[in-house]
């Protein structure tokens, strides 16, 4: 793991020592891009006021609420889908539309309809991290082992029982994938949805920094969104962990 980590930041080191080594020469002006050592103040200061603090947790709390709500939406219909053939065909042919509507296309109709306040950013984050999650389980479910389905019928399993103790423990792997795929969708849909309108959050203040012409801060608020990217990911891959040890197609 040491060996790991010390290669993983070798790029990191050397990307900042040629910003810092471009800044020195001058190479671009310090207002486009403000040296490694500006940043790290304004990092220190947002900090200190709280201000970073103050928009992180307004951000994760909608990433939370907002992915909660794509969980219990996507799972139960990737289910259904994956076990019935009637079921999806019914299905299919809209969430197949609606999946190549990229999210962030039907912001203006959602900011129109929900206005710019909470319900808005929600929906955006669920448009965004529905599907990976759906497709994800539907195809757990519907690629499953044909052997221990025939096992389950030797067991006169209903198909209740099959669904609970032979297809989702199956499909278990793909659930997971589409759940870590869905939080990065979401984290990502949600900064996208609050550069366009937010009063509060991280990407609300990259804009207002834009506004008020702070690369740093602007920098400091990209930095953020990565190391809090960073930090959910791996969080969730642990507790997967945790909580199915036995399973390695879950190990990292």
Same mark, same amino acid.
């Given at each position: 793991m040491p060996k790991k980590i010390l290669r993983g930041l070798l790029l990191p080191c050397l990307l900042l020592a040629g910003w810092q080594l471009a800044v *020195?020469?001058?190479i671009f002006s310090p207002?486009?891009? &403000?040296a490694p050592s500006t940043v790290w103040q304004s990092l220190g200061e947002l900090c200190a006021s709280g201000v970073l603090l103050k928009h992180l947790t307004v951000s994760l709390r909608r990433v939370?609420? %907002?992915? *909660?709500?794509? +969980? +219990?939406?996507? @799972? &139960?219909l990737g289910i259904l889908c994956g076990q019935s053939k009637r079921f999806e065909n019914y299905c299919w042919l809209l969430l197949e539309f609606l999946r190549h509507v990229p999210p962030l296309a039907a @912001? &203006?109709? /959602?900011?129109?309809?929900? %206005?710019? %306040?909470e319900a808005s =950013?929600? *929906?955006?984050i669920v448009l965004a991290s529905f599907f990976p999650l759906f497709l994800n389980t539907y195809s757990g479910i519907h690629g499953c082992d044909k052997r221990?389905?025939?096992?389950g019928?030797?067991?006169? $399993?209903?198909? =209740?029982?099959?669904?609970?103790? /032979?297809r989702i423990p199956a499909a278990l792997t793909s659930i997971v994938v589409g759940m870590q795929l869905a939080l990065g969708y979401s984290w990502r849909a949600l900064i996208g949805a609050e550069l366009i309108a937010a009063t509060a959050g991280i990407g609300y203040l990259i804009l207002d920094a834009e506004e008020m012409s702070r690369p740093d801060v602007v920098i400091v608020g990209m930095l953020a969104i990565g190391?809090? %990217? *960073?930090?959910?990911?791996?969080? $969730?891959l642990l507790a997967i962990q945790r909580l199915f040890p036995w399973h390695e197609g879950l190990q990292k």
């Open positions: *020195t020469r001058q207002y486009l891009l &403000p939370a609420l %907002g992915f *909660t709500i794509s +969980c +219990c939406l996507a @799972v &139960p @912001v &203006p109709l /959602i900011i129109l309809w929900a %206005g710019i %306040g =950013k929600l *929906t955006i221990l389905l025939e096992v019928q030797s067991l006169s $399993f209903t198909a =209740k029982e099959q669904i609970l103790q /032979i190391l809090i %990217g *960073t930090l959910i990911d791996y969080l $969730f």
